[in-house]
């Protein structure tokens, strides 16, 4: 197990709860109490500790290297899945995944960034940083969607675009635009989730839809709290300061009206309990689709274009 | 050629503070180090006459260049506000009206209508000079209304962007601009109202990842940054030098996204052929 810094207090618990399952293993002596009174123990300071978390700490969580990534969830929730590979124009973007499956009877589309689960598939996925074929991947699976008059589902965890020279060249701004535009577009429901990072562009470029949920433990900003320090702050020290400035938390996205609700993790998190986390989420997307169905498609783009257009806030002056 | 001797005089009065070309005597060329005079280089379209750089010149510039006449502002009255009460070691209310007193500007972009070539057109113009020409609530809205007011007067629409990106201060509602002000030009569309994007020095990050590159004609003046990530953060990440003229309009041209690049003194006749053009498709 991995433990934060705030999760600290937390190992030593498990630990003493890995010790006294060792002595029940041995045998002799009857622990039960002890087990029970270790795990009641432990979920409460699970309370005590996510409960209170910062902004900061939220964005730690939505990074935590066991938190579970699109694939997880993709083959955990869908009965049958599909995965498509490709842009047709370039490449296949290891960054974003997709494909069509099935969740109870309905088919669908599904879209998410995918981050590696070890060393050696994080530098494969690019570390779910996306380049531009990624994005056109995307938007030709979201086309196929529409053809077929299947909703789709976007799966938002990205540290951000990749801002690499090929990405340049070959148009990541172009990508992420044109995405926004077919998005807002789209004749079939788009429903969106933030499962873990929620960076800027390269997050929006799969994120426009009729809803918008976040999880839990996810953040969702115009930029990451450190870039933001060391543009704002000139240094890479004040992250901690940044992401309180930026208000990027699940809660305050909801509060702002820039978000449709928030989803609730399991105890600890999501990584703390992924079967559970995915039947959660499952059991969302089976309502928001079945809902979002039943609108005609020009419906549907209306209100979804009504939605952005009130993002903003601004005040009017007097004339001079 | 009334147009172009306002623009050398700039003589419209409420607009004489609102310059962003640079005022005093001398000019000294940020790329080749030629010094000149301001008129010298007013006279030439705030274009260095040795090494043809295109100095960054502010919204009203470019209507005074584009418009045949007088023209009117629109939508002037909507202002940020610190919704967030953001800080960083400056508050952002504080950037805002520092922003407004050095620009006398009201925000980052200023949306005019007029003709060009008696052809009615609406511009809205980005200013580097009101925080780097960042894209707040304010940009995405006024550009909201831009389009709006396009489609009920059934005239196209041209923006000038020249934008570092969003406006961090203003957090998620800036990044939501994106969305908005791309939604919105999906409804342009839909109406078959042409949509010029015109790029100049420099378009980066969400201006460039959304509206920017979303022109029915995507064009720019020469040598202009453009791109999604900054340069110095693609140096970061690659840890390498970046290639000569990176970036940069012609690289861009190069790569197929744009459609053309065009001189700042040719402008305004490009724009009259490409209205002409969209406007009488089957002129005798
Ligand atoms: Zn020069």
Same mark, same amino acid.
């Given at each position: 197990?991995?433990?934060?810094?705030?999760?600290?207090?937390?190992e030593k618990l498990y630990e003493q709860l890995e010790k006294i399952r060792q002595i029940e293993s041995e045998g002799d002596i009857d622990v039960t109490d002890k087990v029970k009174e270790l795990e009641s123990k432990i979920k409460t300071k699970q309370k005590e500790i996510y409960s209170n978390l910062s902004g900061w700490q939220k964005v730690q969580?939505?990074?935590?290297?066991?938190?579970?990534?699109?694939?997880?969830?993709?083959?955990?929730?869908?009965?049958?899945?599909?995965?498509?590979?490709?842009?047709?124009?370039?490449?296949?973007?290891?960054?974003?995944?997709?494909?069509?499956?099935?969740?109870?009877?309905?088919?669908?589309?599904?879209?998410?960034?995918?981050?590696?689960?070890?060393?050696?598939?994080?530098?494969?996925?690019?570390?779910?940083m996306a380049n531009p074929e990624g994005y056109r991947k995307a938007l030709r699976l979201m086309k196929l969607a529409e053809k077929f008059n299947y909703p789709v589902v976007c799966l938002i965890d990205t540290p951000g675009a990749y801002p690499g020279l090929e990405a340049e060249e070959r148009g990541q701004a172009e990508a992420i635009a044109k995405n926004l535009l077919e998005m807002a577009q789209l004749r079939v429901p788009i429903v969106c989730y933030i499962i873990g990072e929620g960076a800027s562009g390269g997050a929006l470029g799969i994120g426009l839809g009729d809803r918008v949920y976040m999880l839990e433990n996810t953040w969702y900003s115009v930029i990451s709290p450190?870039?933001?320090?060391?543009?704002?702050?000139?240094?890479?020290?004040?992250?901690?300061?940044?992401?309180?400035?930026?208000?990027?938390?699940?809660?305050?996205?909801?509060?702002?009206?820039?978000?449709?609700?928030?989803?609730k993790e399991p105890l600890g998190g999501a990584h703390n309990d992924p079967e559970k986390m995915a039947k959660i989420l499952k059991s969302h997307i089976k309502k928001e689709v079945a809902t979002l169905m039943e609108?005609?498609?020009?419906?549907?783009?209306?209100?979804?274009?009504?939605?952005?257009?009130?993002?903003?806030?601004?005040?009017?002056?007097?004339?001079? | 050629m009334g147009w172009f001797k306002r623009f050398k005089e700039g003589i419209q009065t409420a607009t004489k503070n609102k310059k962003e070309a640079p005022d005093g005597l001398w000019y000294k060329c940020k790329k080749c180090n030629e010094t000149i005079t301001v008129k010298e280089l007013r006279d030439n379209y705030y274009i260095c006459p040795k090494c043809e750089y295109h100095t960054?010149?502010?919204?009203?510039?470019?209507?005074?260049?584009?418009?045949?006449?007088?023209?009117?502002?629109?939508?002037?009255? *909507?202002?940020? $506000?610190?919704?967030?009460? !953001?800080?960083? @070691?400056? &508050?952002?209310?504080?950037?805002? /009206?520092? =922003?407004?007193e050095k620009t006398h500007l009201n925000e980052a972009i200023t949306v005019?209508?007029?003709?060009?070539?008696?052809?009615?057109?609406?511009?809205?113009?980005?200013?580097?000079?009101?925080?780097?020409?960042?894209?707040g609530s304010v940009v995405g809205e006024k550009i909201s209304r831009s389009v709006d007011y396009c489609i009920?007067?059934?005239?196209?629409?041209?923006?000038?962007?020249?934008?570092?990106?969003?406006?961090?201060?203003?957090?998620?509602?800036?990044?939501?601009?994106?969305?908005?002000?791309?939604?919105?030009?999906?409804? *342009?569309?839909? $109406?078959?109202?042409?949509? !010029?994007?015109? @790029?100049? &020095?420099?378009?980066?990050?969400? /201006?460039? =990842?959304?509206?920017?590159?979303?022109?029915?004609?995507?064009?720019?003046?020469?040598?202009?940054?453009?791109?999604?990530?900054?340069?110095?953060?693609i140096k970061e990440t690659i840890k390498r030098d970046l290639p000569?003229?990176?970036?940069?309009?012609?690289?861009?041209?190069?790569?197929?996204?744009?459609?053309?690049?065009?001189?700042?003194?040719?402008?305004r006749t490009k724009l009259a052929d490409l209205l002409t053009l969209f406007s009488d498709p089957q002129a005798a």
């Open positions: 197990m991995v433990f934060l810094e705030f999760e600290r207090p937390l969580l939505s990074r935590h290297p066991e938190r579970p990534y699109s694939l997880y969830y993709i083959e955990t929730m869908f009965k049958k899945f599909v995965e498509l590979h490709g842009d047709r124009t370039y490449g296949d973007d290891k960054a974003i995944v997709g494909g069509i499956g099935r969740i109870n009877g309905q088919t669908l589309v599904v879209i998410g960034h995918q981050k590696g689960v070890n060393t050696k598939m994080r530098q494969y996925r690019n570390f779910g450190e870039s933001c320090s060391s543009i704002l702050w000139r240094s890479w020290d004040h992250k901690e300061e940044a992401a309180e400035s930026l208000k990027l938390t699940a809660d305050h996205m909801l509060e702002f009206g820039l978000i449709d609700d928030v989803i609108l005609t498609p020009q419906r549907r783009i209306d209100q979804r274009i009504k939605k952005y257009c009130k993002m903003g806030v601004y005040q009017t002056a007097a004339a001079e | 960054r010149i502010g919204s009203y510039d470019y209507f005074e260049l584009l418009f045949d006449g007088k023209y009117d502002i629109l939508f002037d009255n *909507l202002v940020s $506000k610190d919704f967030l009460e !953001f800080t960083d @070691l400056v &508050d952002y209310k504080d950037r805002l /009206v520092k =922003a407004k005019a209508v007029g003709k060009i070539a008696k052809k009615p057109i609406l511009i809205s113009a980005m200013d580097f000079s009101f925080i780097g020409g960042s894209m009920e007067h059934k005239i196209p629409y041209m923006n000038i962007s020249k934008s570092g990106g969003a406006r961090m201060m203003e957090s998620a509602f800036s990044l939501m601009q994106m969305a908005k002000t791309s939604a919105k030009l999906s409804q *342009l569309a839909r $109406k078959k109202i042409p949509y !010029f994007s015109f @790029l100049t &020095d420099p378009t980066t990050g969400g /201006v460039t =990842a959304s509206f920017a590159m979303l022109g029915d004609i995507n064009f720019s003046e020469p040598g202009a940054l453009i791109g999604f990530a900054g340069p110095r953060v000569e003229g990176f970036q940069s309009s012609e690289f861009l041209l190069e790569h197929g996204f744009l459609d053309f690049i065009v001189d700042r003194k040719s402008l």
